[in-house]
């Protein structure tokens, strides 16, 4: 009796996992160094400053969003949303406020500690590792 109430319930659960939508992002390789002195970065010397990073080779599954949160402190997130990674649609992106992220498919909302605020998403955003050393932000993943 116990087994058949713990399979229902089993079942029950994993199809509301399906229902959102929610499905685990991809491993992807991230191995990036970004000198922050170079021109196309500028934007990451300001507190609340951003850059995108396309997808592909050593940058997430959909690419990276990357925050200079300030006091030199840099957070990367994964560009994929946390609702519906495969989504073929564009990816995640810092709202026209610069106050929040979304992913407009989906209508996700999330800070910038990578938190979902509105919408579908209920699990965070995929963070990686960042550290600076010396003229460089290095992304790895955790």
Known sequence: ???????????????????????????????????????????????????????????????LIVYHEGNGTYKAFERACSYDPFADCDPVIVDDSGLFLVHECCNSTFNFNGNPMSGPASLDLLQYSTFVDGIYLKIRNN
Do not use: H
Request: charged fraction near 15%; aromatic fraction near 12%; charge should be negative.
């Open 1 to 63: 009796m116990r087994w058949t109430v713990f399979i229902i319930l089993l079942l029950v659960c994993s199809s509301c996992e399906k229902e959102r939508g929610e499905q685990q992002i991809p491993f992807s390789f991230v191995n990036q160094d970004i000198n922050l002195n170079l021109i196309q970065y500028q934007d990451l010397k300001n507190i609340g400053g951003y850059i995108y990073i396309e997808g592909g080779a050593n940058a997430g599954f959909k690419g």
